[in-house]
């Protein structure tokens, strides 16, 4: 069974949704005052600028934003860990893991599925 890059690119973009209403309704709403390190409009600049950047791309199908949408992703798999281990923030941290889990796999498999292969070259 293979899986179309439409696909893929519709596993991005629930991911990349999934991570800004989840980090909007976390610190907007259900965020623990004890918790809360930086401002709240700081924390939204730090987590939310890089996907605001990937929305467009990802809509339009760009190969290289699928590709930077993975790698930007890690970013947010790494403090998924963090609020993990946290407590009174498990819940935000493990649905910061699944949504930039399927951003990550969603934009490396576009890419890798619509990524121009270059021309074999014959030997003499």
Excluded at 16 to 30: C, D, H
Excluded at 45 to 65: E, K, M, N, Q, Y
Excluded at 104 to 121: Q, R
Aim: net charge positive.
């Amino acid at each position: 069974m293979k899986i179309q890059a439409s696909t893929w690119q519709g596993i991005a973009i629930i991911g990349l949704f999934g991570l800004i209403i989840s980090i909007i309704v976390w610190n907007a709403w259900l965020a623990p005052s004890e918790t809360q390190v930086l401002a709240r409009p700081i924390e939204f600049a730090i987590f939310l600028i890089p996907l605001a950047f990937l929305t467009r791309g990802l809509f339009a199908g760009s190969t290289s934003v699928h590709a930077y949408a993975s790698f930007a992703s890690l970013f947010y798999i790494g403090f998924g860990f963090w609020y993990v281990f946290t407590p009174l923030e498990e819940v935000y941290g493990a649905a910061m893991l699944i949504f930039s889990f399927m951003l990550y796999l969603g934009g490396f498999m576009y890419a890798k599925k619509t990524m121009v292969k270059p021309p074999n070259k014959k030997k003499k």
